[in-house]
């Protein structure tokens, strides 16, 4: 019998409850599903058939234990989706600028190394930017992460000075769409599954549930969904061919002038997609939304085995 390793982290154990649909699939299957924390030193993860990286939720806390793990996983004799290298590359979000050289359209961004001796507010004057997202390069949830506007710029400078002594950081254009609503398109093995809106509270940028986000099942364009398959297969190109098992493409809409705060999703317009991240490390996937997505993963897994 097959036995794969579901990594999680050590706050969620038994996985998340989105996963149940997809976890009953494999079983269906006659998989034998370990949920296993990934920070547990004590795995032998070469035990495994294979190894999927779910609920890792926590790892951008700690990038050296995660950097650590991912050298064990390539070194193990199974199989793991993503693959390592694909891990590597997404969990610094200096992937967007690669992906950008490779056409796929996304924020305006100045990208700042750590220890830089650069002010906040002649980035944001240069660029003629009225509003900024600064968020760290390697985090998640909104970790970190603040909505400036260019006259708070200076006010902000301690704080930006202490994030740049200790990471690599991002400052991007703030997106006036993403208080319309943000889309997630959810793709296995390439094909597309399914897709949400995620939508912030009122007066609120963060479309994240633990912010005060809301979910809403929503049906992408055919002109939107092959856009985001273009981003999925620019990740493909730029990991030398490797496809991932799982992504999920992160972005809004523009509407014909290019404006970043145009267009409301489904709103029937012609619009550009403008990537905002492709998660492939540990994006929840929203099988709630779809019953028929954990079982589509469960056979696209099974068929890479």
Not at 11 to 39: G, I, K, Y
Not at 194 to 201: L, S
Not at 236 to 247: F, H, I, K, S, V
Request: glycine share 6%; aromatic share 10%; net charge negative.
């Amino acid at each position: 019998m097959t036995t794969i390793a579901l990594a999680t982290c050590e706050e969620l154990p038994s996985l998340v409850d989105d996963d149940a649909s997809f976890v009953s699939a494999l079983r269906d299957r006659d998989v034998t599903v370990d949920p296993v924390v990934w920070s547990d030193d004590s795995v032998a993860w070469d035990r495994f058939d294979a190894v999927l990286v779910r609920s890792i939720w926590d790892y951008y806390r700690h990038p050296e234990e995660f950097a650590a793990w991912i050298d064990r996983l390539e070194a193990a004799s199974c199989p793991v989706w993503n693959h390592p290298e694909t891990l590597r590359w997404n969990q610094h979000k200096f992937y967007l600028r690669d992906l950008e050289e490779r056409g796929v359209s996304t924020l305006p961004t100045a990208y700042v190394e750590r220890g830089r001796d650069v002010e906040l507010s002649t980035i944001v004057d240069d660029r003629e930017w009225d509003e900024v997202v600064v968020k760290p390069a390697v985090s998640a949830g909104a970790f970190e992460t603040r909505r400036i506007a260019r006259g708070d710029a200076a006010d902000e400078q301690v704080w930006f000075d202490d994030l740049l002594a200790e990471r690599d950081v991002l400052v991007q254009q703030f997106a006036g769409g993403i208080t319309a609503g943000e889309w997630s398109l959810v793709f296995f093995d390439g094909a597309f599954s399914h897709a949400v809106v995620k939508r912030p509270k009122a007066g609120d940028f963060r479309v994240q549930e633990d912010h005060g986000g809301s979910v809403a099942v929503e049906s992408p364009s055919e002109s939107l969904r092959a856009q985001a398959n273009d981003v999925v297969d620019a990740v493909t190109a730029e990991m030398d061919g490797e496809r991932p098992l799982y992504a999920r493409v992160d972005g809004i809409e523009r509407g014909e002038s290019g404006r970043l705060d145009q267009a409301e999703p489904g709103a029937g317009v012609d619009t550009d997609f403008h990537l905002l991240e492709v998660e492939l490390i540990e994006p929840e996937l929203f099988f709630r939304v779809d019953d028929d997505a954990g079982p589509r993963l469960a056979e696209a897994l099974d068929e890479r085995l």
